[in-house]
């Protein structure tokens, strides 16, 4: 693993070990994980195909977005809730953090705790 690959893969195991963060991985621009894990006790909901997937939506969201960045200001953060978790995209630097956390969170507070967390 690169030095870049284990400082992300650093920010991604401090991440999951807050309570509510499921998972947390760093992606290319073409939805590849570069670095990431799982919280320990956490039993993934999809399978590895499924989840490549899901990256590969995640970054083209961001991307798409980012077209409106001149005119309204970039996206500090993009968030689903679903029934089973909260999805978190962050662009930091030229990657995608997406994080996935326990279904009922305070978006907002815990998108906040996210970003401090991965500039320090």
Same mark, same amino acid.
């Given at each position: !693993? /690169?030095?870049? /690959?284990?400082?992300?893969?650093?920010?991604?195991?401090?991440?999951?070990?807050?309570?509510?963060i499921r998972f #947390?991985?760093?992606? +290319?621009? !073409?939805? /590849?994980?570069?670095?990431?894990?799982f919280?320990?006790?956490?039993?993934?909901?999809? /399978?590895?195909? +499924?989840?490549?997937? !899901?990256?590969?939506? #995640?970054?083209l969201?961001i991307?798409?977005?980012?077209e409106?960045?001149?005119?309204?200001?970039p996206?500090?953060?993009? #968030?689903a809730?679903?029934?089973?978790?909260?999805? !978190?995209?962050?662009?930091?630097?030229?990657?995608?953090?997406?994080?996935?956390?326990?279904?009922?969170? +305070?978006?907002?507070?815990? #998108?906040?705790?996210?970003?401090?967390?991965?500039?320090?």
């Amino acid at each position: !693993m /690169n030095s870049e /690959n284990l400082l992300l893969q650093q920010k991604c195991d401090l991440l999951v070990k807050e309570p509510e963060i499921r998972f #947390a991985g760093f992606l +290319d621009y !073409m939805g /590849n994980l570069l670095s990431g894990s799982f919280r320990r006790d956490v039993t993934p909901l999809k /399978n590895d195909e +499924d989840r490549k997937k !899901m990256f590969i939506e #995640a970054v083209l969201r961001i991307r798409t977005r980012q077209e409106f960045d001149e005119n309204l200001g970039p996206v500090q953060y993009a #968030a689903a809730r679903r029934v089973k978790v909260v999805t !978190m995209t962050f662009l930091v630097d030229n990657k995608v953090l997406f994080v996935s956390t326990d279904p009922e969170v +305070d978006i907002d507070k815990t #998108a906040k705790k996210i970003q401090k967390l991965v500039k320090n």
